[in-house]
């Protein structure tokens, strides 16, 4: 059974850090993708960076430089460091999972972090 749990969100200041955390069950790394994605404040759910199940990392253009996604698999857990943070950074942070077939939709979704970022 799959399952994913987010933490580490928090509110922060402009120009500071955070890294969130996702504890994923029922994760298979030959298998399944996993991925990071937002949704700010009156703004549509966005996708932030991706890990694939060969464990190559892409992370949305818009935040290369600032925000990395790695995986442990012995804790079978994604993470996403976030350095620089800015304001428009805000929104609630899900992590989320798929197969790694063709055309596979991201079906299994955690419940969110929140994070906050003050000017």
């Known amino acids: 059974q799959v399952a994913l749990r987010e933490s580490g969100g928090a509110s922060v200041q402009s120009g500071g850090s955070l890294n969130l955390s996702c504890v994923v069950s029922?994760?298979?790394?030959?298998?399944?993708?996993l991925g990071w994605f937002r949704q700010g404040p009156g703004k549509e759910r966005e996708e932030v960076a991706i890990i694939a199940r060969d464990g190559f990392p892409s992370v949305a253009d818009s935040l290369k430089g600032r925000f990395t996604i790695s995986r442990d698999l012995r804790k079978s857990t994604l993470y996403l460091q976030m350095t620089s943070l800015k304001t428009e950074d805000t929104g609630m942070y899900y992590c989320?999972?798929?197969?790694?077939?063709?055309?596979?939709?991201?079906?299994?979704w955690g419940q969110g972090t929140q994070v906050t970022v003050s000017a």
């Open positions: 989320a999972l798929r197969r790694s077939d063709a055309g596979s939709t991201w079906r299994y």
């Open positions: 029922g994760y298979i790394y030959n298998v399944h993708d």
